[in-house]
Each structure stands twice: as C-alpha cells, then as structure tokens.
C-alpha cells in the first residue's frame, strides 16, 4: 500500500514510496536514513524530532509523511554547510548546553524556528504587550523553548546559548 | 596514597570532543548505525499482571502483509540459564507482571510489525495480583543482595532519654529515569557469532550478563555502542528488550532486527527506582549532638527479580550517634523490575534523612548548618575507619556564603512578596567514591600521535572528552594527538559507567598503560608500539571510607491561594575531588540537580493497583522538569585533589548532584509555609488548607 511523496530534505531531492501509516520522522529516518531528527517519544511530548517544514518548527514524529508531499525539511545537520556550524550549533557547543546529545538536533531546530517566530514578533503566553515587538529575554527563552525535554537538565546552558544565538544573529 | 598525576589539559576546560557531530544529529545512537536491509520488532506484552498466557494463536499475524516471523515461548530458542528472572524471558506461560514480554513480530516495515502485533490473540489464565506496597505488608523481608542491618547500643531507651526527638515517616514514588534515547537494540546473527548495536553503559558487562543466557561463548558477541542518549542507571544492567532482540534475530541470521522500546514500554521494561517507606527516628541531647539513630525503611521489589532500593544507606554514614539501628526490607510483588536510577539508595534516603534533620533542627531551635556540623563525625560511624576527606562542613559553609544563607529567617511563614510565600533550605549530599578493578586500557603509537582503547561509555557523563584529557596529560602530550576508541567489546575490558565508579576506573587503567608504553617502549616510542595498563582495586578503599560530599541549598516561592510552588533558585557546593573538565563537570553536577527538582516536585509513577501497569506511562503525564521549570541552577566545588581516589584525585560526579536536592527543596518549602511536606513529589494540596 505504498503511496509516491517527494520531499526536499537539507537541500537534497528525495522521491519515496511510502505507507499511508508513516510519519515525517519515520520517514526520514528509516526510510531515507536521515537521523538527524530523533525519536523520543513518538507522541509529540518530548520534542526530540522537531524539523523545520518550509522554515516553521514540527514535531515530525505528529506528522504524517504523505500530508508533507512537496515540503522542504531542515533538520539540524541541514543548519550549516558541511564542515561549518550554524551559529546556534556553536552557541550550544561553546555552553555545553547538551550532554548526551540526543535531543540536541530537536533543541537546535527547536530554537531556530523559536527565533523566527520572535522576530516576526509573534507573542507567548509570557509576553506582557502582544502588539509590540519581542525582546528574548530568559523568561521567554525557557517559555518558548519549553516543548523540547531534556533529561540531563541542560536547561540553563540551553537558555545561555539560544540566547548568545539571539544577540550574534540580531 | 598513590602518586598523582601532573596535569595540563586535566582541570581546563575542554569543549566536548563528540560535540560538533552532536549538535548537527551526526553521532550516531544505537538505532542510527547504517546496516543493510533490516527487519524491525514490535513485541508482544502482558496484558495482565500474574498468571498465565494459556495461548497465543498467531496465525492472522503470520500471514499479514511483511510479516517474516513471530516469536513467543511456543517456539523461543532455549536458554542456556535461567537465574536472572528478568532476562530469562519466554521459557514459560508464567507472567509475573503486566508488560512482560511475551513474544515479538518481526517485518519488514516498522508499520508493519507493530499492525501484526495487534493481531496476535492471546487468551489469559489469570491469578490475583497484589502490586500495592505498605509498611506492614506480611511479605516484607530482608533483601537477599542487601548491606545487612546495623544494631549498635540501645535505640529505644536513648530515644527515650532523649532532650529532642522526631519519629516521622517518610516516601518516595516510583520513578522512571526516562532518558531521551529510549532503550534500542539492533541484533544480527551471523553464523553462531552475534553482533549487537545497543545504548548501554557498559558493552564489556551487558556481552558478560548476556552470554551466559544465551549459551554463547563471550567471544562470539560483539556489543557496540560509541554513543548512548542518557542512561541515569537504567541501561546499566542489560534488560529483556535486548534479549528480546536478540532471540528473535536468531530466526532471521545474516539479517539485523531493529528494536527501539517505546517511551509507554520503557515504564514496564527498562527499570525504575522502587518507591521506599522510610521511618526515621531521632534521639539528641539539648545542643543537637544525636544519641539515637533509627531508620527503618522499605522499598518494593519485584516476583520477577529482587532489587532493594537501600535507601538506608547514606544512614549508615552520615551522622554519628552511639545508639543506632538501620534496617531496609523488601516487599516483592507482581511489578516490573526495579533497576538502578541516578544515585540507587542514596537518592532517596537522602530525603528522609534530610528532611528529617531539618525537623530536629526545628525541635532543637539550631539552624540547619549547625545542626549538621555538630554532628559531623570525624571517623565513618559504619566502618570505624578514617574518611578520605569528609569536606561537608565546608561545602555547607562556602555554600552558605555564597547563597547568602544569612538572609534566611529560621520563623517559617515571615518572608512574603507580591502574595507569595518565599523560603530557603539546604540539605547535605554524599555519594561513595568507587573504583572498580579490571578495566584496561591500550595505548599504541601512531604516526599521528597515541591510539588509546578502551571500552568506555559516555552516555552524555563528557567520557569522549575527559579521557582524552587524561591521556593527553598520562602521555605528555596536547590532546590533539590522542585519538581515543571507546564504546566497542572489540576494545580492551571496561567496568561499567554506574555508581560515579567510570572516570576513577577507566582513568586509572589509562594512566597505567601510559606507564607501561614509557617503560617498555622508552620516552619516544616507534610507531607500531603498544602496550596495555589495569585498573586494580583502590587499595585505599581498605584503609578509609571514601566518599563525596555536597551541600544544596534552594529558594522556592509558594502561592498560599493555589498552592503553587516555584523554585526560585538552587545552589550546590560541592567535593568531589579534582575535577578533569569544569565545562562538563558543571552540567552533570546542575543535571542532577536538576532532576532533583523533578524528584521534588514532579515525578511519580502511578501505579494503578487494579491492573498493575503505570497509568501516566509517557512523557505528557509522567512530568519531568521543563526548561520553564528552571531558573536559576548553579554548580560549584571546592578547589582540591583526593589522595586516595586513583591518579587523577578525582571522585565522579554523575550521581552526587541529585543526592540532597530534593530534601533542599521540601526544607525550603517549610521555611516558607510552616507546612512539612514527608511524601515525595511535593504537589500544591500540600499548602492548601484542609
């Protein structure tokens, strides 16, 4: 029962033969071996296999792949250039705002998407004026960072380092 | 006393060499090695929590679309041993808890393996179960792996006598460690020769628990695992998913099976630390020295496997007091398999404990601090021996300093803003400073630098890095010139990376290899040369008790209309002997912390009484802290080497960091509301009025 889908993922054209039960993450990792993204949870709880889909953060394990026909997939590795960090790559590196690693490709995408939506002054639920625009402070760093666990409690540096990411890209 | 080592890169920071490759989802975990045309599993599981899988029809399964085998205990391979409750799984149609295995389907696609599953029809001969632990359950007994129970003087006429006293209870939940990787395992058979890609902390010791079960020679399995996503003990002891895996794969040689348990199964498969009962009793003369010491304490076990959760350990040889009487029990019922979380025994007795000398701080009108300095023994009250270096006083003071303790009003209910409740606490930490003999490592030299091998782990504890440190520092040389191999039995024997034991351990054989290349091979050896070094047992460890110390102090707010609690923010000082890399020190040390603030206010298993199974089985109900959760964390140590720790001077830290942390928080909480909080996690009911 397989069904063609056609995807852009960090840059490269995939056409794939996939089972209408499939998710986006599913998909990319044992259908195109793209693991970049992890599988944490499968539920959308814990955060580990955000992507970027047309610039704008998913949980990809929540998506079907077959409703993404034709969407353009960033995963973390697909930040940077080969060989190159992004400049949230090396904020998290220079911070340690990781241990294990494994959901730091969802942190990073996590955070990515999370400053673009701030700088299309798009409000949280901690933004006091919903109509100006959004200054990153800590409090809405963890706020809007806060669908992405982690268990080894790299949460300060995690805060540290998107918000070093926030003032180099500013 | 052993000769130290002369350091450069150990004691600098060092950004972690697995980083880059992290932060772009290079490194590769146990499910992400490429292998070539894989099958995928979806067990099977009990449906109910004691009895019988009187028959499994599998028929509709076997002839699904994909479906290339089913495994249960019909057609399972036999095993070569079955001691190990827990690993010995399908050799019968006996359940012993709800989510046993029961069998496997193996397809080619994961879709398609996890629609057989559901297939599957097994029919139940079902028992009565009994899953609910209490103090005075009838089959509470001593455990059979357990330390012994302490008897010293007479508690009861000390406690008797006694100017202040308390005799509380306190609990703990179950809780799961839950790392971010789930459990995987991806099995390939070739010939009688097994290869398994897994997420362990110790591939040496799971291939050594494996073989046996199997009835493989250990030469015959390969374990391999460069990467692994978080463990926090639970994927210290291998656990039936890689049996499972393992099993199944022997139907498909040449062909590897891909297994990631599922966050809902990683509740009944992967361990949990046990809830325990604490009942803690303190006897102390008027100026708080303690004359009397009683801690009782339970913790469930498992039908299926015993595993006590000590929580009486860290009684034993914390506080002095000439009267004292210890004694942990387990009650084993019809539950999944309790394992090793962050800190077994410590973490939580140190709750009670320290709660509970906040309590007779409160009865004896002694602030916190001195309380516990007054008590400080000068020589381990369980071994009579001289401690390595008991530094907890001046982890309490430094820590106070910079806390700013003195802001603290001891009058609980005095400190309010805007509505809320503002308090402070503090609470010790210890931990053991273990050392575990026969890890090896070997050193060869290259034409671009030193080859070192061993088959360490790092499950995010910053191995890659620290190690290569250390033999950057062991061979005199920048740690550019150390190309370091862990994570791979083909690699020299490693111990396993559990109880803060793996940079002592690993460390001192790397060291010694160092030594064995200079003194075969001369200060500049020819490429090609190579030699091998053991890490014996610490023989210090005869000599003194060797342990680390801490102190945690925490500020939350409490909201009295809503109960609502807040951590504020949370400081731990601590001693931990030299520390080989401050960046990754740091965030194991604010990491355990931190899951202490989920053991303080986030974290408990639900058990469901009538059907045995954890009802909150995800990561939506069982909560762990957020990144809004955590505000302000930091980390600090004192400034020193341990003489007796190996060559490195340095105790672990991977454990020391949750042990305490919670206890701060419900003292804070006191200070705050007035209210004691005994029965972990702390949920906002507790400050309503009833």
Known sequence: MGHSLHLTVDGQEHTLVVDSRTTLLDALRDRLGVMSAKKGCDHGQCGACTVLVDGRRLNSCLALALTHDGAEVTTADGLAPEGELSTLHRAFLALDAFQCGYCTPGQVCSAAGMLAEAADDAPSVVTEDLEGPVELSEEEIRERMSGNLCRCGAYVNIVAAVSRAAEESR | MSDLLTTTSVGTHQVRLDGPDKVRGRAPYAYE??????????????????????????????????VVYVLTADNAPELA?????????????????RGQYLGAVIATTPEQARHAAELVDITYDQDDHDVELREDHPAAREPESGSGDVRTGDVDTALAEAAVSIDERYSTPMEHNNPMEPHTTVARWDGDSLTLWTSTQGVHPARSTLAPVLGVEQEKIRIISPHVGGGFGSKGLPHADMMLTALAAQAVPGRPVKYAVTRQQMFSITGYRAPTLQHIRLGARADGTLTAFAYDAISMSSQTKEFPEESTKPGRMMYAGDNRRLTQRVVPLDVPVPSWMRAPGEAPGMVGLEIA????????????????????????????????????????????????????????????????????????????????????????RTPEGFEVSIGAADLGTGTWTVLSQTAADALGVPIGQVDLRIGDTALPNATVAGGSTGLASWSTAIVSAAQELRSEHGADPAIGAEAQGEAEANPAAEKFALHSFGAHFAEVRIQPTTGEIRLDRMFGMFSAGQIVNPSTARSQLIGGMTMGVGMALHEKGELDPRFGHVVNHDLAEYHVPVNADITDIEADWLDEKDPHAGPLGARGVGEIGIVGAAAAIANAAFNATGVRVRDLPIFGDAFLPT
């Open chain 2, 33 to 66: 090695h490429p292998l070539t045309d894989p099958l995928y599993l979806y067990p099977l599981q009990a449906e109910i929590a004691r009895g019988r899988a009187a028959h499994i029809d599998a028929s509709a399964a076997e002839a699904a679309e994909g």
């Open chain 2, 357 to 444: 000398m906040d309590e007779l701080a409160v009865a004896a009108g002694l602030d916190p601090i001195e309380l516990r300095v007054r008590n400080d023994p000068t020589t381990d009250p369980d071994t009579g021996l001289p401690f390595n270096q008991r530094r907890l006083v001046d982890c309490l003071r430094e820590g106070a300093d910079r806390f700013g303790w003195e802001k603290r009003n001891p009058q609980p209910r005095t400190r309010q803003e805007n509505g809320w409740f503002i308090g402070m606490g503090v609470a010790s930490a210890t931990y053991p400073a273990g050392r575990q003999p026969g890890s090896v490592a070997r050193i060869r």
């Open chain 2, 81 to 97: 041993s079955t001691d190990d409750g827990e690993l010995a799984i399908l050799r019968s149609a006996e359940i012993g808890f």
